[in-house]
């Protein structure tokens, strides 16, 4: 089927083998552009790739918000800056729409993690000093040193956020 939105000619010829002058139509354009390529994410905040040209690229976070549109330029490339940024490994959802209004299907893309974790909060040593809990950033790694810099213990904060690490004076 024809459905691209592409431009056809029309051509009447009689028996005598006479020609009509050529009427043109227009294919209503059905199909969905592909996904966009080549997506980079600079400083949490410029989301650049390539699309088709003249399509609306929109950005979504996980939840379904518009963080920003942009529109891809003749060449089919593109950059949209998002608001807020997004610079903790948030999970974006990024889909271009043409202008008959067809819309690509989604593609999901992980913002990279460039944001530090906050500093640790509610540290603990155990009553036997063998033991240091507190809490952080779930997935971070816990490092313990002491005052000459050797590592005494290492773990990594748990899903609720804390941990709780044994110690190795050595």
Request: charged content about 15%; overall charge negative; glycine content about 14%.
């Amino acid at each position: 089927p024809v459905k691209d939105g592409s431009t056809l000619q029309v051509v009447l010829t009689d028996a005598a083998g006479n020609a009509s002058t050529p009427a043109t139509v227009v294919t209503p354009d059905l199909q969905a552009p592909a996904q966009p390529t080549g997506l980079a994410l600079a400083d949490g905040v410029t989301l650049s790739g390539s699309g088709e040209p003249g399509a609306t690229v929109q950005v979504r976070d996980a939840s379904g918000n518009l963080l920003g549109t942009g529109l891809v330029n003749e060449n089919g490339s593109f950059s949209v800056t998002l608001s807020p940024a997004q610079a903790n490994g948030e999970v974006l959802d990024v889909r271009l729409v043409d202008a008959a209004g067809n819309v690509s299907s989604p593609l999901q893309f992980d913002a990279p993690d460039i944001t530090a974790p906050a500093v640790v909060s509610n540290i603990v040593v155990g009553a036997d000093g063998l033991t240091l809990s507190g809490r952080g950033e779930a997935g971070a790694g816990v490092e313990i040193r002491d005052a000459n810099g050797t590592l005494i213990g290492s773990g990594t904060v748990t899903a609720n956020g804390t941990f709780l690490i044994g110690l190795d004076p050595a």
